[in-house]
């Protein structure tokens, strides 16, 4: 320590202080003019953890992409703890912002109902809601991953600018309302009657 320095202490659950502590350095690198904005840094994040713990529902849930691959062989699997197992995840992170993510994917149906297992699906759940993922994947997929780069995050970074609607072409509001081209739309009852889709109002039942 020397004259003027300043030292700050956050004293909360692991998850709760990092965030507190990120945003004073972040409010404090703003503030003092310490982020060189004409430079662009990159930073690789690997071995995401596959799990987390859920404070609000008290249980166990995915932290990042359930359909990735566990670094856990399938035989350990069963006997490993949930919270200590990483997964085949990458982020591409420039000046803060994730600009392209991805994964190698899990290609094994066998290990995919045991990787939902933890989480509380059954088997009969997993087939269910992915059945095209489960029947394609047993056909014998070939390991297989990638990565999807966010352009419109590139363009944000390269234009200087701090919010992506400053950068989309048509940027909705908080209303999921498009002001430009006016969409949605009213859509009249024809068009609803081809696709069997009824609208209730629910103002009206009250």
């Known amino acids: 320590m020397q004259d003027n320095d300043s030292v700050f202490f956050s004293s909360d659950k692991i998850n709760e202080a990092e965030r507190i502590s990120g945003m004073v350095r972040q409010k404090l690198g703003e503030s003092l003019n310490l982020i060189n904005k004409r430079k662009f840094e990159f ?8 799990y987390q ?18 670094q856990t062989n399938i035989k350990d699997f069963d006997k490993t703890d949930p919270l200590s197992i990483l997964a085949y995840q990458y982020d591409l992170v420039c ?11 899990n290609h094994l149906p066998d290990l995919m109902y045991k990787v939902f297992s933890k989480v509380g699906y059954s088997k009969e759940e997993v087939n269910k809601k992915f ?6 994947l047993s056909f014998g997929a070939p390991p297989h991953g990638g990565m999807a780069p ?8 390269l234009a200087e600018k701090s919010n992506i609607r400053e950068i989309t072409l048509f940027p909705m509001n908080q209303s999921a309302q498009d002001l430009l081209m006016g969409a949605p739309s009213n859509v009249s009852e024809s068009q609803l009657k081809e696709l069997n889709i009824k609208v209730v109002d629910k103002s009206k039942k009250k």
């Open 95 to 105: 000046n803060g912002y994730e600009i392209s993510s991805g994964a190698i994917r």
């Open 53 to 70: 713990y859920d404070e609000k529902e008290k249980k166990i849930d995915f932290s990042h992409n359930p359909f990735s691959m566990p």
């Open 43 to 50: 930073c690789w994040i690997t071995d995401y953890p596959m």
């Open 131 to 136: 059945e095209g993922m489960i029947k394609a």
């Open 150 to 157: 966010g352009v419109d995050r590139i363009v944000m970074l």
